[in-house]
């Protein structure tokens, strides 16, 4: 019996093993494809292709060496910080694939940390709260879900630093990793050895530094002198089109965006109006609109929030104050604004339109609620008892937002858009059932230009009898999941007006003719400031 007994037991160990060793390799596997992982651009997914970490082959060591002087009887409570650590590698590992991806740039800590007080009152003004709330548990689901993984993974591995050959196993395979990241570093060849999760944080360190130690200067204002001889008594709009981006002549958006394009030059033409045409390069891409504005209307490139904040404190001159100086009467027109706007002050408007003072009633459209088309229509009225003069009116707008959709309906009728109910059931319906695709933005985004490209023809329409001069340009492009990988950071400027003198200055700048931009960009937009300027002096 006894003899029975010790030959079963001795039939069962290699099984044993190679169970043992079987839930060691998926431990170490976990914990590794945890912070080595690469983005399926251009979506929020990931997956593992192969990287290893050194970041685990220098704690594996670490535990090895612990675990030779152990007892069974020591304590594993560091094992429980070892597995939270985990869990802060494992998220900055997926800002750091996934930004460029979704974002179209990298992560800065010390800008977009500010920004998300904004983002979540954004959202939580458009989402229901039980959605929020349903998304908040989840996310503190799989934050738990994470720990005790990480934590059996790292338990697993603990285990088995108190057997010899299983700690030598892993020693080596550790050595191994360390000695192929030092010959990367070298030779600086192809990665075996994926980036290490730690270097990402370091960045982020120096990214702070950097900004509280307020390094960055601003430049001097550029001249704003011009004699506006050749658009004296015109109203100016100066219409930011919210991620308007060289993606939108890429070619396949661009044969889907034709037609409303061609039907936008259409509405230029039969009101008398010509159109010319460049690229020009925004000092941001995918998001932070507000540079884009900032470094048009100040002739100065801002391409950070620090720097936006320290201009903002100062006093210099810009085309808001210089139109203003002419004689304009200048107005911001800021469908998207929901709350007090300090930097108002800044650009010395001489009124301002938020989301409020417009009052929007009818059906709500993507993250900020109003149609552009409606804003333009509610301007129109609200303006009518206003004193008469030149107007210089800037007006981001904010229907071609990600994520796109759904979409506003056109409403030829321009008066119905007054009313609570601006558009009919089947349209609404039709608008409605256009949800976001979170795997493919760009039919919403071709349908979003499209409607915005309706709103401003339709809009020169309605004024067809008005001395307008209409400078429509992108702030950025749109988010890489639309744009592409690695694509510029070019953005269309049109200009559209009646007077053909003025039009044909701006040809002799480097525009084309007619609604489509050609070629590299003629400036970068603060550099854009001075061809205005100068094609606004005309020939006096």
Not at 26 to 47: D, K, Q, S, Y
Not at 163 to 173: I, T
Not at 432 to 457: H, K
Not at 492 to 509: E, K, N, Q, T, Y
Request: contains cysteine; neutral net charge; charged residues 15%.
């Amino acid at each position: 019996m006894h003899q029975v007994s010790n030959t079963r037991m001795t039939a069962s160990t290699p099984e044993s093993s190679w169970r043992r060793a079987a839930v060691l390799a998926g431990a170490v596997f976990i914990l590794n494809a945890a912070v080595t992982f690469e983005n399926i651009w251009p979506t929020p997914a990931v997956t593992w292709t192969g990287g290893a970490s050194v970041e685990l082959a220098v704690c594996l060591v670490a535990l090895a060496i612990a675990g030779r002087n152990r007892s069974r009887s020591s304590s594993t409570a560091y094992l429980g910080w070892l597995s939270a650590l985990w869990i802060v590698m494992a998220i900055g590992r997926y800002a750091e694939v996934t930004a460029p991806a979704l974002y179209g740039r990298d992560v800065n800590l010390y800008w977009d940390f500010r920004l998300l007080p904004d983002v979540a009152a954004m959202i939580t003004r458009v989402a229901p709260w039980w959605l929020t709330t349903a998304v908040l548990l989840i996310v503190a689901f799989v934050v738990v879900l994470l720990f005790r993984l990480f934590r059996w993974c790292f338990r697993t591995v603990n285990g088995a630093m108190t057997s010899g050959s299983e700690r030598r196993v892993l020693m080596l395979a550790s050595a191994a990793c360390v000695l192929v990241f030092g010959v990367q570093l070298i030779t600086s060849r192809v990665a075996v050895v994926t980036t290490p999760v730690s270097a990402t944080y370091l960045r982020q360190v120096r990214l702070v530094a950097d900004g509280l130690g307020g390094s960055r200067t601003i430049p001097p204002s550029p001249s704003m002198d011009s004699s506006f001889a050749a658009i004296r008594g015109a109203d100016v709009f100066l219409v930011f089109i919210e991620s308007y981006g060289a993606v939108a002549d890429r070619p396949d958006v661009a044969s889907a965006l034709e037609p409303a394009r061609a039907r936008f030059e259409t509405d230029i033409h039969s009101t008398g109006r010509g159109a010319v045409s460049a690229y020009v390069e925004s000092p941001t891409f995918g998001g932070s609109s507000w540079l884009a504005h900032i470094s048009l209307l100040s002739g100065i490139e801002i391409r950070d929030p620090d720097s936006n904040a320290r201009l903002m404190t100062q006093h210099r001159e810009t085309l808001v104050s210089t139109f203003s100086h002419h004689g304009y009467r200048t107005i911001a027109l800021m469908p998207g604004l929901r709350q007090k706007w300090p930097e108002g002050a800044f650009y010395r408007f001489d009124d301002i339109y938020g989301a409020d003072r417009l009052a929007y009633r009818g059906p709500e459209f993507g993250w900020f609620a109003l149609p552009d088309e409606f804003t333009l229509a509610q301007f129109d009225h609200l303006e009518a008892a206003a004193p008469r003069g030149p107007r210089f009116v800037v007006f981001p707008t904010i229907s071609t937002h990600f994520p796109f959709s759904p979409t506003p309906p056109y409403q030829s009728d321009w008066s119905r858009m007054l009313d609570q109910k601006p558009y009919d059931g089947p349209a609404i319906v039709r608008a409605y059932a256009r949800q976001p695709d979170w795997t493919n933005f760009t039919p919403g985004y071709i349908e979003a230009m499209s409607y915005d490209l309706a709103v401003l023809g339709g809009y020169l329409k309605q004024h067809a009898d008005r001395d307008l001069v209409m400078i429509l340009l992108g702030d950025h492009q749109p988010p890489a999941a639309v744009s592409g990988e690695g694509a510029s950071w070019n953005v269309p400027v049109h200009i559209v007006a009646s007077r053909r003198p003025l039009l044909d200055d701006f040809l002799r700048l480097g525009f084309q003719e007619g609604v489509h931009a050609h070629g590299p960009s003629v400036a970068k937009m603060h550099a854009l400031v001075p061809l205005l300027l100068k094609a606004f002096d005309g020939h006096e």
